[in-house]
């Protein structure tokens, strides 16, 4: 027997609809790539998004085709998601940090039809136009008088395309399974996959996000989205933000401290989400500059893990509540959150903060749980790590055109590539990257762990850990550190700082000193191009057991 409730297909124009009906003058704020802070509403947002979704149907944009964005995170940015998305059109999010042959691989693997873009990415466009020839249109997000100055034959402009089109539109009104966006992976290992988002992932995904237990948004809250909406779809904050009414700050290509904190308390802000290094450079402006922050009251980090330093500084220095978040473009992205349970409030802040400090529990609409490598199901007791695999409405299924196969196990989950533990009051901790973890006669050893405590040496500018071949134990780990200038150590001297530390058998078999330490587009280090310059390194251990 089914149910007989109204049959509501969860589309994401409903979103925005929402808030222009019922938070019509709340302002969405952008710092302009052209300079100055421009102001609009979710009423004017919604109207214009209405108007751009008749220009993409004079261009001939039919449901299903791809519509890509190349911009910062703006007001524009936002009503050409929604434009896109209202037709039943995918959104596209390319990332500007990438190299201009990915990008090229990325608009051909899609055949984006359209780029949205904005002024600060017309040369690499120019430059490479030849290159993609799916795209019939260019649109830059600028108006009539910066188009003025602009070289780029066939180029159109947003506000003219604005003014141009009425706002006479049927959005929504098709199946909530609808792809609605589409964003790639980072491609560390062979191509970029792509990762296509349906109405009904993203719609489930901003409720879940929308828990107090997890973001936990309210209409009274000034949202500052530093995480890039083509980054993971700025972890949803452009659907979460419009859902509840809240106010939304754009930071848009401006990310320097300085920058940011001007915007944070001219603006009121509230609440904002943004990677470590953003949460660090904060820091030193405030340090630098005795700044204050008189309305920030939370704060989420994450894409890469939150240091505790960041985290205490925040709460005791400027009373603002950081929590940790875990995911992943495959998730949407959000998987996990830091935020205390019962058990873990009632404890003193200090207890709790190796609780915030992992990656965090799962909220309802993500499933989680540990194998090892033959599958088995791991406990969860805090210090069994194993490969984290997913769950869940808002999690992938099949990457964009079958790339990389079946990629779900036989219980539909699927492999995160992290290495984890969980504990018994379900905070997850990412130990490793499943390619990054060693193996060493059949265990695992954490490379990061051993390379977190090695980075804290005092002479220690950056420390890395790889598994290196060994002939009894398969692979013994190997400790690279970057010194600090002007610093000498020795091997002895950095084994005996990590005794106590670590499990005994964890201990490098070697140390190597290094001048760098290779660090990848995402300024994360490098393992894979380390592993290839130690690929014949002979540690000495392994000369004795042959
Ligand atoms: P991306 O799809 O580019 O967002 O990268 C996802 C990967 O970033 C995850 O699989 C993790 O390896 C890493 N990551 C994301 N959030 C965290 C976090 N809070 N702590 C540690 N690693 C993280």
Redesign the pocket.
């Known amino acids: 027997m089914l149910g007989l409730m109204q049959n509501w297909q969860l589309t994401v124009d409903r979103i925005l609809q929402h808030a222009a009906e019922w938070h019509a003058d709340r302002e969405i704020v952008t710092r302009s790539v052209e300079g100055p802070i421009v102001r609009t509403t979710y009423g004017q947002v919604h109207e214009r998004a209405r108007r751009l979704s008749n220009a993409l149907l004079a261009f001939g944009v039919k449901p299903g085709d791809r519509v890509a964005t190349l911009a910062w995170n703006s007001g524009r940015h936002v009503e050409a998601w929604y434009a896109a998305m209202g037709i039943g059109a995918v959104c596209h999010t390319l990332n500007p940090r990438l190299f201009a042959e990915q990008l090229c691989y990325i608009i051909n693997h899609a055949e984006d039809r359209i780029i949205f873009t904005d002024l600060t990415f017309l040369p690499v466009l120019l430059a490479n136009r030849d290159k993609m020839p799916t795209v019939e249109t260019f649109v830059v997000m600028t108006d009539a008088e910066h188009m003025a100055g602009i070289d780029f034959p066939g180029a159109l402009c947003f506000e003219t395309l604005i003014e141009q089109h009425s706002s006479d539109v049927v959005w929504g009104g098709f199946d909530e399974n609808t792809a609605c966006g589409l964003c790639y ?2 491609g560390t290992t062979g191509n970029p996959k792509g ?1 296509l988002y349906s109405h009904r992932s993203n719609f489930l995904h901003t409720l879940t996000t929308l828990q107090s237990d997890v973001m936990g948004l309210s209409a009274q809250d000034v949202i500052l989205p530093v995480v890039p909406m083509f ?2 779809n700025a972890w949803g904050i452009a659907f979460s933000a419009p859902a509840v009414g809240a106010k939304l700050v754009m930071p848009g290509a401006k990310m320097d401290g300085a920058s940011i904190h001007e915007l944070l308390e001219t603006e009121g802000v509230t609440f904002s989400a943004a ?2 290094t953003v949460w660090q450079m904060l820091q030193q402006h405030l340090e630098a500059t005795n700044g204050k922050l008189t309305t920030l009251k939370r704060v989420v ?6 240091p505790e330093a960041i985290v205490r500084a925040f709460r005791d220095n400027y009373g603002v509540d950081v929590t ?8 949407s ?1 959000l ?2 959150q830091s935020t205390p349970n019962a058990a873990v409030a009632a404890l003193p802040y200090e207890q709790q903060l190796p609780y915030r400090l992992k ?2 529990r799962a909220p309802l609409g993500v499933q989680l749980k540990l194998t090892n490598d033959a599958d088995e199901v791991l406990p969860k007791d805090g210090k069994t790590f194993g490969r ?1 695999k997913i769950s869940g409405p808002f999690i992938v299924r099949e990457y964009f055109r079958g790339d990389g196969g079946a990629i779900l196990d036989a219980e539909g989950f699927f492999d ?3 290495v984890s533990t969980i504990d018994e009051h379900g905070f997850m901790q ?1 130990t490793d ?1 499943s390619k990054d973890v060693i193996k060493s006669g059949g265990e695992w050893i954490s490379s ?1 762990e051993i390379e977190n405590i090695a980075a804290g040496h005092p002479k220690s500018a950056l420390a890395a850990v790889i598994g290196v071949h060994h002939p009894k134990w398969d692979e013994r780990p190997l400790l690279l550190v970057k010194l600090k200038a002007g610093q000498t150590a020795t091997r002895e001297e950095y084994l005996a700082f990590l005794e106590g530390k670590i499990a005994k058998w964890w201990t490098p078999d070697d140390v190597v000193f290094v001048d760098d330490i290779p660090l990848g587009a ?1 300024g ?1 280090i490098d393992k894979k191009v380390i592993r290839q310059q130690f690929e014949h390194y002979v540690l000495p251990t392994a000369q004795a057991a042959e």
Do not use: N
């Open positions: 992976t980072s990762v980054h993971a990677v470590p980090i994450g894409g890469s893990a939150a940790h978040a875990w995911g992943m473009t495959e998730t992205p998987g996990t990656q965090g984290l995160t590539g992290d990412i990257r990061i995402t994360k």
